[in-house]
């Protein structure tokens, strides 16, 4: 270890004891011990019907198709929450400190990552219970070898400064994980071939140690794969180069000034910078999302008559996140907001625009639903205009009460920047949704979406006057919520 690695190690130390929380290690162990409950709880549970059915030995042949089975969720994981260092600050820049012990220093940070060890240590517990404890452990090194490849493609991404370092990532990546899936599917394939089929396979109960020898070569192949994939990673790293760190750097001709920006690009901006925003809102889209898909089955739309219960929350609520904030981010700089000739009805105005041009977006990526899944064109049409015209529109009120916010902090368990007046107003989504549902329920489908397209027009064409009045009132009460926003 060379000293300059060995000093990298000793502050990276520093500063994690500096930054130590006990709420950490109380979330950490409060969902551990809530995941372990579930798991034992199931595995009683179903004690009674393994005793009567035992697991079939050939199950062993899962495990590498199950660490493998973790690779997309892993890598959106990460590029949901994984924020760790691949560039140098200034600091150690001026240290001598070469890229070789630099991207070291990367690689035992990402090695020791809790994010690459949750879904392996998760993997393997649950492997303890049902499987034998061989088969646990090749799982657990097989899981995390699999989230290992991910993270340090991450690094390299993220460090990458062009298209001609990004482009070989995104083959490479495509080539190993075209080459992984065949290299366990095929083999687990060839064994159930050699055993008679599918179907033979899963009923065999015997001691079968070919199974087990069958299991440890793929395993063994795929450990190899991933070692070789994530070697070729940090050596790519290794020798990649920012555009910082280029002896030829572009030298911009003049800076950059506010001209330069305009006041509709800094909404997004300040979405996809702040990691508080960005978090809470990808992961509210993701989930409503995905559950306005699985409303839409043919099975649950039989139940609740053709409505889609989550189309509004698809549709509206990843706005309402941002919504109920409005303020609360400029409330971090409003010392040198209100010098520049920005009114506030100006703000308010541009900022609702943006909630409903996020709306529309969702209501875009739902549009699948209509062309392939039998969702109606004019409900989802009507629902957009409720959502921007209704659902979102009297959260643009809670400008006069927001609180400053942290931009970058977590947004997992975090109250900051939430008062009684914002949660006493929240409840005010309640009316918009009883009007949704009660008005698909009790009225034809075709008044139902009348009526209801009808008063998300009539709000989009009243926002500009409430928006107006709000930004009076708010002109009248602004140094009262300057005073609060200093003492926050």
Known sequence: MTPALRENLRMYLRQKRHDFHWQQIFLSVYFGG???????????????????????????????????????????????????????????????????????????????GFLQWMFALALGVAAVLFLPWWSAI????????????????????????????TLPLVFGYLFWTALMWTLVVGSTLLEAFRAGGMDALLESTGPTPSYAAYTFCASAALLALNVLAGWFLHRYFTRMKNHNEETHAPVSARA???????????????????????????????????????????????????????????????????????????????????????????????????????????????????????????????????????????????????????????????????????????????IPMGIYFASYFLLPTLYAHLLIGGLGLVGILLSRPYIHWISNIWHRRRYKIMERWLTE
């Open 34 to 112: 809530l995941y372990l409950a579930v798991l034992l709880a199931a595995y009683f549970g179903m004690r009674d019907e393994l005793a009567a059915h035992p697991i079939p030995s050939a199950a062993v042949l899962l495990v590498p198709i199950v660490a493998i089975g973790i690779q997309f969720g892993d890598l959106l994981m990460k590029l949901f929450w994984r924020r760790s260092p691949v560039e140098m600050d200034d600091y150690l820049r001026t240290r001598p400190v070469s890229p070789s012990d630099w991207s070291r220093f990367v690689l035992i940070d990402t090695a020791q």
């Open 256 to 430: 950059r000034n506010l001209g330069d920006v305009s006041l509709w690009s800094i909404e997004w901006v300040q979405l996809l910078r702040s990691k508080r925003l960005r978090v809470s809102f990808i992961l509210i889209a993701v989930i409503f999302l995905l559950n306005t898909y699985l409303q839409q089955q043919p099975v649950v739309q039989k139940d609740y008559h053709g409505i889609n219960l989550m189309l509004l929350f698809g549709v509206a609520f990843p706005s309402i996140i941002l919504a109920q904030w409005v303020l609360g981010i400029e409330a971090n700089f409003f010392s040198g907001i209100w010098t520049k000739p920005w009114p506030v009805e100006g703000i308010l105005r541009r900022k609702y625009l943006f909630f409903c041009a996020i709306c529309g977006a969702m209501a875009v990526l739902i549009l699948p639903c209509v062309l392939w899944m039998g969702m109606s064109f004019w409900m989802l049409l009507s629902t957009l205009l409720f959502g921007c015209g209704v659902f979102v529109l009297p959260f643009m009120a809670t400008c006069l009460f927001s609180s400053r916010m942290d931009l970058f902090s977590s947004a997992f368990f975090n109250y900051q920047g939430g008062n009684k007046q914002l949660n006493f107003f929240s409840f005010i989504m309640f």
């Open 138 to 165: 090749l799982l657990l090194l097989l899981a995390y070898s699999v989230s290992m490849v991910n993270a340090l493609f991450q690094n390299c991404w993220r460090r990458a400064p062009a298209n001609q370092w």
